[in-house]
């Protein structure tokens, strides 16, 4: 994608984040009022280079606050001690690839 993709998708996400703020929505509900949004934050998350994705946050402050919104709330779940999911079994190999990378992720630490 160019980057001028990339800001189509940001803006998009931009504006409702904006329109949320403006009706008073708290951050604690605005995740949820934007998961028509989560593929688009996701395609830019995952395909951006960190010096695209800072630009990005820079120009789009409604899409920064719900990209941190989001990352907060991953680093959260990671940190359960317990999730319903644990325990699942593992996908086999070729499964595991197919499912995984279209999904990557920018967190090495995962």
């Known amino acids: 994608m160019s980057m001028q993709e990339y800001r189509q998708l940001a803006a998009g996400i931009d504006l409702r984040a904006r329109q949320l703020a403006a009706e008073g929505v708290p951050d604690s509900a ?5 998961m028509a949004h989560t593929t688009e934050l996701q395609r830019i998350w995952t395909s951006t280079t ?3 994705l800072a630009t990005l946050c820079r120009e789009y402050p ?3 606050r719900y990209a941190s919104l989001m990352e907060e709330a991953a680093a959260a779940e990671r940190r ?3 999730r319903s999911y644990d325990g699942l079994p ?3 190999g070729p499964e595991t690839a197919a499912v995984v990378a279209p999904h990557g992720r920018r967190d090495a630490g995962e």
């Open 30 to 34: 605005l995740i949820f009022r934007m």
């Open 50 to 52: 960190d010096q695209q």
């Open 62 to 64: 409604g899409f920064y």
């Open 80 to 82: 359960k001690p317990a």
């Open 90 to 92: 593992q996908l086999p």
